[in-house]
């Protein structure tokens, strides 16, 4: 009964969390609010568009670790100048995203590539964020049902720092600055992918297509230079753009492929987002320092062991900072050293964390403690049962005499018990917190108006896995009475009262001993 308690529990919390996970923050949707989560949730204020292309972008390219997108995710978030570009900038797209990150040469080509990757399923990757029709789909379920069939990301088509028909066909060269920012960043497939959304019989034109335009894109890569030989039914297109790491840190290779990986609408695609296509320049060297003749030589500094050298300063750990709920970030706090050298090693100024729900349901730590007391009861109700079996086995003469094992397995079976039947009350004050959690939560919600746990009855796992649990420990607080009442306790289990056993002790045994023989 115990075990079967403790599978319920353990499904009913997987399920719960999955479903708290898809609880969405905003007012707008009934969620708590961005400002009231516990942790920093970076695209939680930020418009559709980018919000559900980050979502989708994560369900299906950087979920798991087999996912084309998965390491570079991991590093990215952990990115502390990546993610200040989105909080403190006025970034509001994927497009404006890494038209910011080709300004910047602090940023890690992890951050780089992912959010090119998000851009890159923006144009018309994914039916749930752009269609030729106009008409999007909800195949991810990131979008709420009022939204289900808006393209939310058509808005992207018109912005205005593209030139109209730079990409169409015709002898012409990228022209806007914009454009160029993403050629440079994310390289020749994100073009490529720009430039299919350009093919004759769509409804939907971006601003930098021609309407008419039928165009067939192949793209070749040199060391230092990078031309583009587009080849149409009418006429040819040359253009040439040369890539430098002057001042700008480590910059991605264009790459040569001209799709990506996406798993939408069930068809699989061929995907360019390789990991071996970073290159790795190794960073500027510094200038050397020149040292004069008539300078003079410096002292040599004193070995000081490193237990003598003063600790490092250490603030305290920041909120998670992730780009939506339920998924990995990282947290900083400031590491300062108020002397000239201190000791080694240098504490760790950001670390990995595990952005928490947004739902209003903080259920969790409960439902694992009602795990283990489940899987703990089971355990020992195991080896009393065992004990139990041993001794029917035995008569009077074989307790005469006690060797060592006897005395030990004497042991379980006079202590056990009682410890189980602690673990049944602490199993009861669980369950019913439980109960107040799901059920009472939704009274006070409907009629007092109140939040407390309001998002917890939403949840059919939790309700279900409270209706059990409290059902089945009713039935064992029964089975208990009636077993107390029909049968004789055990010999080994017999022990006195004590008269002098007063207010609440006796009491308290008495409920106790209502548990059970």
């Known amino acids: 009964m115990y075990l079967v308690c403790g599978i319920v529990v353990l499904v009913g919390r997987s399920g719960a969390h999955t ?86 040469s602090t940023v890690t080509d992890a951050c780089k590539t992912f959010h090119c990757g998000v851009l890159e399923n923006t144009m018309n990757t994914f039916s749930d964020l752009n269609s030729a029709t106009g008409v999007c789909t909800n195949l991810y379920g990131s979008k709420p049902s009022s939204e289900a069939e808006t393209c939310v990301c058509s808005g992207l088509l018109d912005v205005e720092g593209f030139d109209d028909y730079e990409l169409s066909g015709g002898v012409t060269t990228i022209t806007s600055s914009d454009m160029q920012d993403i050629f440079d960043v ?15 019989g769509s409804d939907v034109y971006p601003k930098w297509c021609m309407e008419t335009t039928v165009t067939t894109t192949t793209y070749t890569e040199t060391t230092s230079t990078v031309t583009e030989t587009e080849t149409s039914t009418v006429t040819t297109m040359t253009s040439t753009s040369t890539t430098t790491t002057a001042d700008t840190g480590r910059r991605l290779q264009v790459r040569t492929d001209s799709t990506y990986e996406g798993r939408s609408a069930g068809v699989q695609k061929d995907g360019p987002w390789d990991l071996a296509g970073i ?14 003749l008539q300078d003079a ?60 729900h947004a739902a209003q349901c903080e259920i969790d730590l409960r439902l694992l403690i009602l ?38 397995a004497g042991f379980f079976h006079k202590q056990l018990p009682p410890l189980i039947r602690i673990l ?33 009855f939403a949840s059919n796992d939790l309700r279900l896995t409270s209706q059990i649990t409290s059902g089945i420990w009713v039935f064992g607080a029964i089975l208990g009475k009636c077993t107390k009442q029909h049968t004789r306790r055990p010999d080994w289990l017999y022990s006195p009262e004590r008269p002098s056993r007063g207010f609440p002790m006796k009491q308290f045994k008495q409920c106790f001993r209502c548990l059970g023989p």
């Open 279 to 292: 290159d790795e320049v190794s960073p500027s060297p510094s200038l050397a320092t020149e040292r004069h």
């Open 186 to 200: 994310c390289g020749a497939g994100t073009i490529a992918a720009m430039r299919r959304m350009c093919s004759a």
């Open 19 to 104: 479903f708290l996970c898809d609880v969405r923050p905003q007012l707008a949707y009934g969620g708590m609010g961005c400002g009231n989560t516990s942790d920093s949730l970076l695209m939680c204020a930020e418009p559709s568009c980018w919000r559900h292309a980050i979502n989708i972008t994560h369900q299906v390219n950087a979920s798991i670790a087999t996912d084309n997108l998965y390491q570079v995710f991991t590093e990215a978030v952990t990115d502390t100048e990546c993610n200040d570009i989105i909080t403190k900038t006025r970034v509001t797209d994927p497009i404006s995203m890494v038209v910011v990150l080709a300004t910047s």
């Open 297 to 356: 030589t410096p002292a040599p500094t004193p070995s000081v062991a490193n237990d003598e050298l003063p600790e490092y300063e250490t603030g305290d750990w920041s909120q998670c900072t992730c780009y939506q709920q339920c998924v990995s970030g990282v947290k900083t706090r400031t590491v300062d050293c108020l002397s000239d050298v201190c000791q080694s090693p240098k504490p760790a100024a950001k670390e990995g964390c595990t952005c928490n």
């Open 424 to 456: 049944v009350i602490v199993q009861l004050i669980q369950v019913v917190y439980l109960v107040i959690d799901v059920w009472i939560g939704y009274l006070a919600n409907v009629y007092l108006d109140s939040t407390y746990q309001k998002d917890c």
């Open 371 to 408: 795990l283990i007391v489940y899987f703990v009861q089971a355990a020992c109700a195991f080896i009393v049962f065992l004990c139990f079996l041993y001794t029917l086995t035995q008569t009077e003469d074989d307790f005469i005499k006690l060797g060592f094992l006897k005395k030990f």
